[in-house]
């Protein structure tokens, strides 16, 4: 079955400063890739995802990259905002129906 | 966008009760339906999925006589705890799936004294 793994567990930056997140996924059939941002007390929030037939997906300071050869994707934060701290976790499928497999999870401390 | 509402957002109950979590699609229809339980600084674990109609697949090691799963309609599905003991305290989650991609429910604190 599919495992994922997820890179650092936890991260501090200092405000307006990038944040990446990675995560590797073992699965080559997995074709769907979201990103979730979970606040304490909370249900995961889907904060961008991205299909396997494209290479990068932007959203205002948020982008996701993904290499289907190395089965790794990636979670970029620009601009980072005290209001950006919170658990983000990486997961990957198969859409419509199927499970998802999550990563462990990174905290990120934006400090202001 | 897609809404799933998550009833109780928190419980708290006696052990050897029963405790009934409910999860609704408010404005799609969701055909695949997960149950995840998180534990404090952990990842979201999946207990079980069930499509509507039918019976629900359970993970290993994810005892299905005490995690009840019904998944009576398209946007409606219900997860009861029986028989409940301290150490099913968590986090339950639902999780939809249908047009929108997987939508999550806001999440039920059990707590069980």
């Known amino acids: 079955g599919e495992n994922v793994e997820q890179h650092p567990s936890t991260l501090s930056v200092q405000e307006g400063d990038s944040a990446v997140i990675k995560c590797t996924y073992s699965?080559?059939?997995?074709?769907?890739f979201p990103w979730y941002k979970q606040e304490l007390g909370k249900g995961p929030q889907l904060i961008i995802d991205i299909r396997s037939n494209v290479g990068e997906k932007k959203d205002q300071r948020i982008a996701v990259t993904l290499n289907k050869t190395a089965k790794h994707f990636s979670l970029h934060i620009t601009e980072t905002q005290p209001e950006d701290s919170a658990v983000y976790f990486c997961?990957?499928?198969?859409?419509?129906?199927?499970?998802?497999?999550f990563g462990a999870g990174t905290i990120l401390r934006v400090k202001s | 966008g897609a809404v799933v509402s998550q009833h109780p957002s928190w419980v708290i109950c006696k052990s050897g009760t029963s405790v009934k979590i409910e999860c609704r699609s408010l404005d799609f229809q969701a055909t695949t339906m997960f149950w995840y339980r998180q534990f404090p600084k952990q990842s979201l674990m999946l207990m079980a999925t069930?499509?509507?109609?039918?019976?629900?697949?359970?993970e290993q090691g994810v005892e299905k006589d005490k995690f009840l799963i019904n998944h009576a309609s398209l946007t409606l599905s219900t997860l009861t705890v029986t028989s409940a003991h301290p150490e099913d305290s968590s986090f339950y989650i639902c999780?939809?799936?249908?047009?929108?991609?997987?939508?999550f429910g806001s999440g039920t604190r059990l707590t069980v004294v």
């Open positions: 997961a990957a499928g198969m859409e419509y129906g199927n499970k998802l497999v």
């Open positions: 069930s499509n509507e109609g039918s019976k629900a697949t359970y």
């Open positions: 699965d080559s059939a997995s074709n769907y």
């Open positions: 999780s939809a799936s249908g047009y929108y991609g997987y939508t």
